[in-house]
């Protein structure tokens, strides 16, 4: 048991090391994120014709800048002189796309294995997080979107579409980048190998050595 404690607490003390040190890079990297934040998603879910608008910009909240807003229009309800319903969705960037990544990151790098594999494991586990945060922000921008006309749902279909809605915000921060991590990460065998680098199983050698 002791041998098994030792690793583990390795691993939780790198992983507090990397995700403590990932989160201090924010106030370098904020801004740069929040912006490449906005531009995917104008190219992925931005609007511009007379069925729908939809268009993202920085929102200034109190002394925080890292918040996005997505504005979304149904031009077929606005008036001649502009006024009409607009939905906002605000969101703060930092703990919707960032924070996710970070947890992401310090799990990769805090698992013992060759460098080589972490760095693709980062790589590949980059990509799918984001993405998911990008499907997760378009579920959110056409659950919005059926509040001023553009989609058509009954009261059931709302509630249950917000309900999905919740479920997929509130599983981006843990659930997500873990599975993530473990998908990407580890191969058939690593646990194994684990298992006798830290000496809870005999490796074939040592069984062959034995008397």
């Not at 801004?31 to 934040?37: K, N, P």
């Not at 502009?82 to 990151?105: E, N, Q, Y």
């Not at 191969?187 to 074939?204: A, V």
Request: charged content about 15%; aromatic content about 10%; hydrophobic content about 50%.
């Amino acid at each position: 048991m002791k041998l098994l404690i030792r690793p583990a607490l390795r691993f939780v003390v790198c992983f507090v090391c990397w995700y403590v040190a990932l989160l201090f890079l924010w106030p370098i990297a904020g801004q740069a994120y929040c912006a490449a934040f906005r531009a995917v998603g104008t190219l992925l879910h931005g609007s511009n014709d007379q069925r729908k608008e939809i268009s993202f910009e920085p929102l200034l909240s109190g002394y925080r800048d890292d918040y996005t807003r997505v504005v979304i229009v149904n031009p077929a309800m606005m008036k001649a002189d502009g006024s009409g319903p607009v939905r906002h969705l605000d969101m703060d960037t930092r703990a919707f796309g960032w924070k996710p990544l970070v947890l992401l990151f310090a799990l990769v790098l805090a698992t013992p294995l060759p460098l080589g594999r972490r760095m693709s494991a980062l790589l590949w586990g980059s990509l799918c997080q984001q993405g998911f945060v990008m499907l997760a922000l378009g579920f959110c921008i056409w659950q919005e979107s059926s509040e001023i006309g553009l989609v058509s749902l009954s009261a059931a279909d709302k509630e249950a579409a917000m309900g999905v809605r919740s479920l997929l915000t509130g599983q981006l921060a843990v659930a997500v980048p873990v599975l993530i991590w473990v998908l990407v990460t580890f191969r058939r065998g690593d646990f194994e190998k684990m298992t006798q680098q830290t000496g809870l199983t005999e490796s074939p050698q040592s069984r062959q050595n034995a008397p």
